[in-house]
């Protein structure tokens, strides 16, 4: 499909002693426009840059990379927004991304608290050997049954077949003790509910491992990138001009008409102003402290189970990038709480709520999306739906491949004459820029000028009007170097007005005619 420019200002300067125009041609300042400088925004604007395209970058924050941000703290990466453990099976993704940047051999062995006494995740045989004794998976595997067995008993008493909420699905699964000890008190807090009180459908189903292995994913590969993630992002976005501290919002039609394409990666319910209501999240808060010691904890992940705890987990930042004795050569560590909270509106948005509330919301919005023609929702927020960063490295590509040819967009036609602008050069200055900022460009690239000769009507008609056809919106501002009153200008103008109303209705955007005094 043939790429078509989605807007054009063409400047006009007629010169009727020489009887030429000399014609500035401005496309759109970008070709796309990516709101958000996440994992998903950055990956986008790699593969586009890639191919040639013009990019910006904006993000409200006052900094790049999303959630995956880290900020150096004693020497160390901190993961600002939550532990971010890149993993993934697909050998072609991992190889991109060491691409970009050395990945190192972390593996995520998280540890759960519970009164004081810890047990390896997920749940494998060293877990079972902590709460039982057992050291073989037949007997580890016996106990688990027994279990499962009874919680099914006293829902049969009940007269219940199916678990009616996730404390019924989650002893059926794995049983009484697993639950109480290590699952329980995690999820309370996490929803901020009693499990008696969630859907069952939350936990679907709880892997078990028959093996002494604490490695949390199966995934082939794992790391954190050498030098945390703000290497990544930098790697991704070399090259590519960004802007932070930039909110959309809060200049909409300015940012809607700077390129293009719009990539849009945050809150898709806020896109369309909350229209059908806003879609909920759960979110998390954190207390970082710097501690005067070297080693806090030993890990990088220890979840803590018990209800009576306030925070869900303690993340060791170090951990991440620093291994057996370089732990030590830092004096210092850092830690962060975390702490799982109902999202309000203006809080930080984390997890989608997909329970059918918001899936038939999201679905709503979705169906808005859909019918956008320069416009395309991309990632976690947009989407509303949890991604893993391999999955989301892989999406961005994708989406560029089908992301051209948008359909022409109609627009209001309006025509300045010159007789009320020909005051002064200042003011037909101060005239053109309103005519630019009303709703059109505000800023301009890939200037072109060529130099034609009109002799009539006639051929600026047929001239404007393959401009139009090259072009999905035109904006057209002429500058003449005498007064309308010229017999040539009048002569052009008076032949050309008329069906330049009636032939570009839809195509011209704004058309000024400005004149020397």
């Not at 051209?404 to 109609?410: E, F, I, K, N, T």
């Not at 009320?420 to 009303?438: A, F, I, K």
Request: with cysteine.
């Amino acid at each position: 499909m043939v790429y078509q420019p989605y807007g054009c200002l063409i400047i006009m300067f007629i010169d009727f002693n020489n009887k030429t125009i000399k014609v500035s041609f401005y496309m759109n300042q970008y070709d796309y426009l990516i709101v958000g400088a996440g994992l998903f925004g950055a990956t986008f604007a790699y593969f586009a840059h890639k191919q040639g395209k013009k990019c910006l970058v904006i993000d409200k924050r006052l900094h790049l990379g999303g959630n995956v941000y880290c900020e150096n703290m004693e020497g160390i990466n901190v993961h600002k927004y939550g532990a971010h453990i890149f993993h993934t099976s697909n050998k072609e993704v991992w190889n991109f991304v060491n691409s970009i940047v050395e990945f190192n051999r972390y593996t995520n062995n998280p540890l759960a608290n519970y009164k004081g006494k810890l047990y390896n995740l997920p749940f494998n045989m060293n877990t079972f050997y902590q709460m039982w004794g057992v050291s073989t998976p037949e007997a580890a595997l016996a106990v688990i049954e027994e279990q499962k067995s009874e919680a099914i008993r006293k829902m049969e008493i009940d007269g219940v077949i199916e678990p009616r909420n996730l404390e019924e699905q989650a002893q059926v699964l794995i049983g009484k003790d697993i639950y109480e000890k290590l699952i329980k008190g995690y999820t309370e807090k996490q929803w901020g509910r009693k499990c008696e009180d969630l859907p069952a459908f939350i936990i679907r189903r709880l892997p078990v491992r028959l093996v002494f292995d604490n490695n949390y994913f199966n995934d082939k590969y794992q790391g954190i990138p050498v030098g945390g993630y703000n290497k990544l992002i930098e790697g991704l976005l070399d090259g590519i001009e960004t802007k932070t501290g930039i909110d959309f919002f809060s200049d909409r039609a300015h940012w809607m008409s700077v390129a293009d394409k719009i990539i849009f990666t945050g809150k898709i319910d806020e896109f369309y102003d909350y229209r059908f209501g806003n879609l909920e999240y759960r979110t998390v808060r954190f207390e970082e402290e710097v501690i005067d010691c070297s080693n806090y904890q030993g890990n990088a992940v220890v979840n803590y189970t018990e209800r009576e705890v306030p925070y869900t987990r303690i993340i060791e930042h170090k951990h991440f990038e620093m291994f057996g004795q370089e732990v030590y050569t830092c004096p210092k560590t850092v830690i962060s709480r975390e702490y799982s909270t109902e999202w309000k509106l203006g809080m930080e948005p984390y997890y989608p709520v997909n329970d059918e509330r918001n899936s038939q919301l999201y679905l709503k919005y979705k169906e808005l999306a859909d019918g956008e023609t320069n416009v395309t929702f991309g990632g976690r927020l947009a989407e509303y739906k949890y991604y893993d960063m391999d999955a989301v490295i892989g999406l961005p590509g994708d989406l560029l491949q089908t992301s051209y040819g948008l359909s022409v967009g109609l627009c209001e036609t309006a025509v300045y004459y010159g007789s009320q602008l020909s005051h002064g050069l200042r003011y037909r200055l101060s005239c053109l820029m309103t005519v630019l900022s009303d709703g059109f460009h505000h800023a301009v690239r890939r200037e072109k000028t060529l130099v034609i000769h009109i002799h009539s009507g006639r051929e600026l008609l047929a001239f404007l009007r393959h401009i139009a056809q090259l072009c999905k919106r035109v904006c057209i501002v002429i500058f003449v170097s005498y007064g309308l009153d010229h017999p040539q200008s009048h002569n052009i103008f008076q032949e050309t007005e008329p069906v330049i109303v009636t032939a570009l209705v839809g195509k011209v955007g704004r058309c000024g005619i400005l004149c020397n005094d």
